[in-house]
């Protein structure tokens, strides 16, 4: 077998992914290339592939409470970004699209990390920088493969998942590995294998946040589980993920930089409640200087909610901004936080009748975010209530993180919790109605051109 470097793989993780037959392997690599061979080169990969960016930007899009004006749509150049805003039929028009390609760039990267640790020695073997490496690939595959799903296929139905289309699934760099989309349930069962074995191998502590650690890992099968509808697991492993430690801010305790409330974290470092750093893909549209929050949204935060002070600040040309980024920046944080994993296992109890811890849960998540003086906990014995209330705080708690999309979609069968959004352009007003075909992204022009899979309906 011919052994590329990685660089050459990457560059054509496209290929890969549409299993396209383009004379690629004739290509020579540089000589410069290096095939990595040790353990301490494949974490150079894995620390690599951490640092793209995630496949959020059109969930961000369509999904986050944010608005534009008229005119900032209508200077919009990349027409997916104007056509996703609104949920059109057409998104893409032939224009490139990173979701995807990210998306399985990330895996090829896992892939090939995966094959060459294979191959390696038994000196290395069963060490800890071996087991990290391992465990890194498992966990940004497992990742890729969720967030593809949510961008790319139906919502996750028990009754149907197992005829619903799928992915490509790739476990191998092999670009000439034929293309066709296997069930939803083969996804979700490739990434929950991933992450558990991911899991097994990580360790608690990590140098830098954008390394999963076990945590990161425990609380990613939560999410997913909590996606499944099945919050007997969500609870188990958000219970894992709590387990290890890690502490939430206080932000009575935090002062607030400028321009962005953590640049004093500057990418996640010194954040006690990151668990897992990752980066949103960086659209236009979602800029500070054309994006603001949507008012309705705003005015949710209670006045002693100190989020409304360290997420928002006036904009020049009215309403308010998002300055809250993890990342310390105007980047995008849409990693996993233990916020947000102390919000899915209160939701998994109030779901399973535990109504008592479920409000120590969220209420211990409101004392980290509420000035001290006058605060009262939440008190309900209503479970409806207090899911309710959960699912308030997820929104204000993961607010422009990639997570709403995925929310609205899970609980579009339920009639308590189902939404529409509406946007308005030009006077002109467009909606997302509970369960509907657009809450599934077409997949890009360019992939079905290559690969002839089946397009999703629109």
Not at 47 to 66: K, P, R
Not at 333 to 340: K, N, Q, Y
Not at 372 to 398: N, P, T
Request: glycine share 8%.
């Amino acid at each position: 077998m011919k052994i590329l470097s990685y660089t050459v793989l990457c560059a054509v993780a496209l290929l890969a992914v549409a299993g396209c037959r383009s004379g690629f392997l004739d290509v020579k690599p540089d000589k410069r290339q290096v095939v990595p061979v040790t353990v301490d080169d494949l974490q150079a990969m894995m620390d690599n592939a951490s640092s793209f960016v995630t496949t959020h930007g059109l969930n961000m899009i369509g999904g986050e409470n944010y608005l534009v004006s008229d005119s900032h749509w209508e200077l919009l150049s990349y027409i997916y970004q104007k056509q996703a805003y609104i949920w059109a039929d057409d998104i893409y028009e032939n224009q490139t699209v990173n979701d995807w390609n990210t998306g399985y760039k990330k895996i090829l990267y896992a892939n090939t990390v995966l094959e060459r640790a294979a191959m390696l020695g038994d000196g290395d073997r069963g060490s800890a920088s071996y087991d990290n490496v391992v465990g890194m690939a498992c966990f940004i595959r497992g990742t890729a493969y969720y967030q593809l799903a949510q961008t790319f296929c139906s919502p996750y139905d028990p009754m149907t998942v197992s005829a619903d289309l799928g992915l490509p699934l790739r476990t191998l760099p092999d670009i000439d590995q034929h293309s066709a989309r296997a069930s939803l349930d083969a996804v979700y069962t490739l990434l929950i294998d991933d992450l558990k074995r991911a899991a097994a191998l990580l360790p608690l502590q990590q140098v830098v946040p954008q390394r999963p650690n076990r945590a990161a890992a425990y609380g990613m099968l939560a999410k997913v589980y909590l996606t499944m509808q099945d919050e007997e697991q969500a609870f188990v492993y958000a219970d894992e993920a709590i387990s290890l430690g890690g502490a939430l801010l206080d932000y009575n305790t935090v002062v607030p930089a400028v321009p962005y409330t953590f640049s004093g974290m500057l990418n996640g470092q010194g954040n006690t409640e990151i668990l897992y750093a990752s980066y949103g893909l960086l659209e236009n549209i979602l800029n500070a200087t054309r994006a603001f929050v949507n008012p309705d949204l705003y005015d949710r935060y209670d006045a002693m909610d100190l989020r409304k002070d360290f997420f928002f600040a006036e904009r020049k040309a009215g309403g308010h901004e998002f300055i809250g980024s993890y990342l310390g920046n105007s980047g995008i944080f849409t990693g996993l936080t233990l916020a947000e994993v102390l919000l899915i296992r209160a939701e998994a109890q109030v779901r399973r009748g535990e109504g008592e811890a479920a409000l120590r849960d969220l209420n211990t998540l409101r004392r980290h975010r509420y000035q001290r003086v006058g605060y009262q906990d939440f008190v309900s014995v209503d479970e409806g209530e207090i899911l309710r209330e959960i699912l308030s705080e997820r929104e204000k708690e993961c607010y422009y993180r990639g997570v709403r999309w995925e929310d609205i979609r899970r609980l579009g069968g339920s009639p308590d919790h189902a939404i529409t959004v509406v946007r308005t352009v030009n006077n002109i007003r467009y909606e997302l109605a509970p369960q509907s075909k657009r809450y599934v992204w077409p997949i890009p022009d360019d992939v079905i051109r290559l690969s002839g899979i089946q397009q999703n309906e629109r």
